[in-house]
């Protein structure tokens, strides 16, 4: 007779069960991005109420592309159609996240979902939790030389959220990549925040960038997109206009769409 399986495995089973049809779910809602973190050991890092927090050991971490072309037509500073598009994602991964929010609790476990942008201290900047750092503990990418998370397929061109929860799920890995050679978001920063090294990576400058595009009225809030567009990846180098058209002058696809 075969012996029974060791309740440790069933464990480990079913974690990959969950993470399977949350995954599925999340694609289904749009998701282009996603990964889980086990973040028991960073907790102290967000700003929420202890016992808030104390159960909830894995966040889900979600990400949407951006539209090539509307980055395309960012050059010395933001348009009006990247600052409604950064709006209509922040939206987009807000309803996502209540959606997977929702998921979650039919199942019977607790959900957090942490807003894709939304300040709480003013002074520091900063909010309850660092997306980019959730995004990369869960595998989706690097921290890039701009200072933001770099995913192979879309380099920065993504937004993300994240939703905390005690579900039990599998957790993956932070990648074991980097940006390599690239420098194109060196050269494209109009203060030379961008540094060779990300650790480097001039706050001040930038910020004091994004306060003037908000203060000359360019934008009603402080977004910049110029290194989101230079930071295309794979998918990205397909989708901007930054490597010419995608058709001829008789509408023939001259390279492939993705
Ligand atoms: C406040 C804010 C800002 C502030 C300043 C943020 C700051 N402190 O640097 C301002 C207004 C300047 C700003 C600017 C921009 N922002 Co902003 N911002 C935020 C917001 C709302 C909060 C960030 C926060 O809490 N920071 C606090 C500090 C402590 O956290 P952190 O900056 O993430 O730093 C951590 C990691 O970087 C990590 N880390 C640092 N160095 C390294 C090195 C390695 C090797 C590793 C592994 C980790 C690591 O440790 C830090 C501490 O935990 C987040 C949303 C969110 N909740 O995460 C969006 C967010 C970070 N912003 C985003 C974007 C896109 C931008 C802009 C491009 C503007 C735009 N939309 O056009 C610029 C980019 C500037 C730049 N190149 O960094 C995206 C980034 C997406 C991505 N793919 O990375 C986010 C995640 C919003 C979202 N929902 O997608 N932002
Ligand atoms: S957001 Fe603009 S100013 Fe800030 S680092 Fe990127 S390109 Fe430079
Ligand atoms: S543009 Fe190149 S150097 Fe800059 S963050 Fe992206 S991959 Fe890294």
Same mark, same amino acid.
């Given at each position: ?36 973190a086990?973040?028991?050991n960073?907790?102290?890092? +967000?700003? %929420? #109420? ?7 050991? @894995? *966040? ?7 539209? /090539? $072309? ?60 660092s ?26 061109? +993504?937004? %993300? #959220? ?7 799920? @599998? *957790? ?7 940006? /390599? $050679? ?19 990576f001039?706050?001040l ?48 696809h ?5």
């Open positions: 007779m075969k012996a029974a399986r060791p309740y440790k495995d069933i464990n480990v089973f079913s974690e990959i069960w969950n993470y399977r049809t949350l995954k599925k779910f999340c694609r289904l809602q749009g998701a282009d991005l996603f990964g889980v086990d973040v028991s960073i907790k102290d890092e +967000f700003e %929420l #109420v202890e016992d808030v927090k104390k159960g909830l050991n @894995k *966040a889900v971490c979600l990400g949407v592309a951006l539209s /090539g $072309p509307i980055l395309s037509e960012i050059e010395a500073q933001p348009t009006k159609l990247y600052f409604h598009h950064y709006r209509t994602a922040n939206m987009f991964l807000d309803q996502t996240a209540f959606s997977v929010c929702r998921w979650l609790q039919n199942k019977g476990a607790a959900a957090l979902p942490i807003p894709a942008s939304q300040i709480l201290d003013w002074q520091k900047q900063s909010a309850h939790l997306h980019k750092k959730i995004g990369q503990l869960a595998g989706l990418g690097w921290i890039g030389r701009n200072n933001l998370l770099v995913s192979e397929r879309y380099g920065a061109q +993504f937004r %993300l #959220v994240t939703i905390l929860t005690d579900f039990r799920l @599998k *957790a993956d890995r932070p990648l074991r990549r980097g940006c /390599g $050679p690239c420098r194109a978001c060196v050269a494209a920063c109009p203060v030379g925040a961008i540094r060779d090294n990300c650790e480097n001039g706050h400058e930038c910020f004091e960038k994004l306060k003037g595009f908000q203060r000359e009225n360019v934008v009603g809030q402080y977004i910049c997109g110029i290194c989101v567009k230079a930071c295309g990846g794979k998918h990205g180098k397909k989708n901007t206009a930054l490597n010419g058209p995608v058709e001829d002058q008789q509408g023939h001259i390279r492939p769409l993705s």
